[in-house]
């Protein structure tokens, strides 16, 4: 199997656990946390340069799920990589269990940043990588941000300061699906054109497949890019990707699958 057709399965395989993890808790933002999958598999098997042993080493890369409705997707790739035993999956979002529905301060390795509250992860992203230009490190800072998120001010503030402070070292991957709680994104808020936006504030922008997982390595490999500016990728991804019941319906941000509907997507997944 060649390496891209086994990150292919690896991302199949996650979001199948995304849909039993919602089944057994109860939790909704299901298709949030499916739209996200690939840029995290593309960043943790392809990109990030950290030690699931050592997860509070000084010198490692950062990864903000700063949408941290999807934190299911975030947990599932951690355990998969070594930062916990996989066990932990099955007590998601239960009474005492470390993995809350959405992050919580220092829940489990690996998780750098209790989030939830939109428009909070770029600014200590930006946080991050300006600390490590004071202190000469010279780690990076990944932030995933949703689409809706971006109609908050702090994103927008955030942004500026980054370029204006030429922080190279950060990169922005927009998990554009298209959606948000209530409705369409681009009609709740004028967020289109979303890379001609990013541009004009001073990054440097890329317009890509958010399922794209050697597009989306490359990218995020080759941060810093040598043009002096943070990166940001708008990642055009469909919500509820890999099974057609899901993908592109926004009932799957409130529903929880019923036993059936898990069968009938692990048929899907290819995983039956």
């Known amino acids: 199997m060649s390496a891209d057709a086994n990150l292919e399965l690896i991302a199949r395989q996650l979001r199948f656990k995304l849909i039993q993890m919602s089944h057994a808790a109860g939790t909704p933002h299901l298709g949030s946390a499916m739209s996200c999958v690939d840029i995290l598999v593309a960043a943790y098997w392809n990109v990030l340069k950290l030690d699931a042993q050592k997860p509070a080493d000084p010198l490692r890369d950062r990864f903000i799920l700063s949408k941290g409705h999807a934190a299911s997707a975030l947990y599932a790739t951690l355990a998969e990589r070594g930062f916990f035993p ?142 002096g500016q943070p990166v940001a990728i708008v990642a055009n991804t469909v919500k509820g990707k890999g099974v057609s019941f899901m993908q592109d319906d926004n009932n799957w941000h409130y529903r929880v699958p019923n036993a059936d509907e898990v069968q009938a997507a692990k048929k899907e997944l290819g995983l039956a």
Not at 145 to 155: F, P, R
Not at 163 to 173: W, Y
Not at 210 to 218: A, E, K, M, V, W
Request: charged share 20%.
């Open 86 to 227: 996989k066990e932990w999956l099955e007590k998601f979002a239960q009474h005492r269990s470390p993995l809350a529905e959405q992050p919580a301060p220092n829940c489990a390795p690996g998780v750098e940043l209790a989030t939830g509250s939109l428009g909070h992860g770029l600014p200590v992203g930006v946080g991050m990588a300006l600390a490590a230009r004071i202190r000469k490190l010279d780690y990076r800072v990944f932030v995933c941000l949703s689409d809706g998120e971006c109609n908050e001010g702090t994103v927008w503030e955030a942004a500026m300061f980054a370029a204006a402070q030429k922080l190279e070292r950060i990169c922005v991957i927009v998990d554009y699906n298209k959606w948000q709680a209530t409705g369409r994104s681009n009609e709740i808020m004028a967020l289109a054109p979303l890379r001609d936006k990013w541009a004009a504030f001073g990054w440097t922008t890329h317009d890509v497949d958010g399922h794209d997982l050697p597009t989306l390595s490359g990218l995020m490999k080759h941060v810093p890019d040598g043009g």
